[in-house]
């Protein structure tokens, strides 16, 4: 069975950056359609990202829009979620999702998911 694992979290600055990384556990990623969803403490989970399996398909929330990039590396085994000029309100749970595909809005990525990586924390603070 397919377990997503993300890294990456952390603690950063407002205005900083942190890359977030998705890879299978003992599977390439590389014929999978990927999302990228965030909790914040206190509210629902929310799509944040997603990308297609070929890589020429992307979405992002509004509210990223700009600011984070996501991507897979060349040989498709990693999703990666790079996230600049992070704001306090960035601050969650971080998770990849494998999706049945990468919706034009992130509003209906939730109900595409498949399946669900643990997270990763992302803390936003000075």
């Known amino acids: 069975q397919l377990q997503l694992v993300e890294s990456g979290g952390g603690l950063v600055q407002p205005g900083g950056s942190l890359r977030l990384s998705c890879a299978a556990s003992?599977?390439?990623?590389?014929?999978?359609?990927i999302g990228w969803f965030r909790q914040a403490p206190g509210k629902e989970r929310e799509g944040v990202s997603c990308?297609?399996?070929?890589?020429?398909?992307?979405a992002y929330a509004d509210s990223v829009k700009g600011r984070f990039t996501i991507s897979r590396d060349n040989a498709k085994i990693t999703v990666y979620l790079q996230m600049n000029s992070l704001k306090p309100e960035d601050t969650a749970v971080y998770y990849c999702?494998?999706?049945?595909?990468?919706?034009?809005?992130?509003?209906?990525?939730?109900?595409?998911?498949?399946?669900w990586g643990q997270g990763t924390q992302v803390t936003v603070s000075s």
């Open positions: 003992g599977f390439s990623l590389a014929s999978y359609t």
């Open positions: 990308i297609s399996s070929s890589g020429i398909n992307t």
């Open positions: 999702a494998r999706l049945l595909a990468c919706p034009a809005s992130m509003v209906v990525a939730g109900v595409m998911v498949r399946s």
